[in-house]
């Protein structure tokens, strides 16, 4: 286990005493944060627990073969109409992550914070961080076995699903014998594991495919070929009809290059803002650079949400960058 018992007993103890729990991810969500979501939501039924699942958009499309997937509620579409005391926050690095979520908490809300991101500040009434876990998922799994229940195949798949888009399959340093010992238990639950990376790690979709070409024809490299970055706005997403889950994995074109340290994707949100996806080779901490505009994640992989226009940002961001290396 990777964490002290005392936070693993506190957690269980929030969920086995409190009932009516409203179940929260981050905003845009990926593989961690859904399957994350689901996970939590089975364990709170095996508890006989009542949940609510929801987040502040619709989870990506290629997430929906997980079981209860369509029990996520998209607040977007369908606000709830009350306000939660209990909630559990799963895969939020800070407080904001939750988004418009948060306006379903009650002035009162008690928080179970689980997570792995490093940069986590402990917002919550309780907290079960584990920032050298590779995903969230892999500290419900301790949990689960914490907690001595018996997962099936779908929670199995959930699982291995978290684990499988957050380490790039299996493929970053987060990859560790733990994980791949894990992965291996829940194989033998049934879970597809070739299924499953095809469809999360090597289909594209055709806008996807037409995106990521717009993104690479602006491709920049720094003089030093150290920093290579690429931008995409509301105009590229238009044209090839992409939409947000189509960006996923286009930040890693740019850090692939040979001699490469720090790849970056702009995303212009409007006018006002932009969100920058940051991946490191391993020398740069790009959760040190994005903690300095605001945001947060892992020493090789963060982002964060800066205001200004792009022109004035990529130019700060870079400088931060170069600083670092």
Known sequence: MQTNEREFRQAQQFLTEHDHFLVV???????????????????????????VMVNEGPIPKRMEYLSESEQ?????????????????????ADFKRTGKSSLHFSEDAQILNIDHHPTNDGYGTVNLIVPNAAATVE??????RFMNLEMNQNVATAIYTGLLTDTGGFRYSSTSPKVMEIASKLLEYGVDGPGLSELLLEQMTLPQLKLLTRAL???????????????VDDNDMEITGAIHEDLEGIVNYPRNIQGVEVGL????????????????????????????????????????????TLETIVPRVIEQVKKQL
């Open 72 to 92: 996520i509620v998209d607040l977007s579409q369908a606000p709830l109409t009350e306000s939660h005391k209990y909630v559990i926050c799963v895969d939020c």
């Open 217 to 231: 024809n602006g491709l920049q490299i720094s003089e030093d070929g150290k920093i290579s970055w690429v931008s």
């Open 25 to 51: 991810s981050h905003v845009q969500p990926d593989g961690d944060a859904v399957s994350s979501t689901l996970v939590v939501g089975w364990l709170l039924s095996c508890l006989g627990k009542n949940y």
């Open 139 to 144: 500290i419900l799994y301790d949990l689960i």
């Open 265 to 308: 994707l702009f995303k212009v949100i409007n006018e006002n803002a932009v969100k920058v996806s940051m991946r490191s080779a391993g020398k740069v901490d790009v959760a040190s650079v994005a903690q300095s505009f605001g945001g947060g994640g892992h020493v090789r992989a963060a982002g964060a949400r800066i205001e200004g």
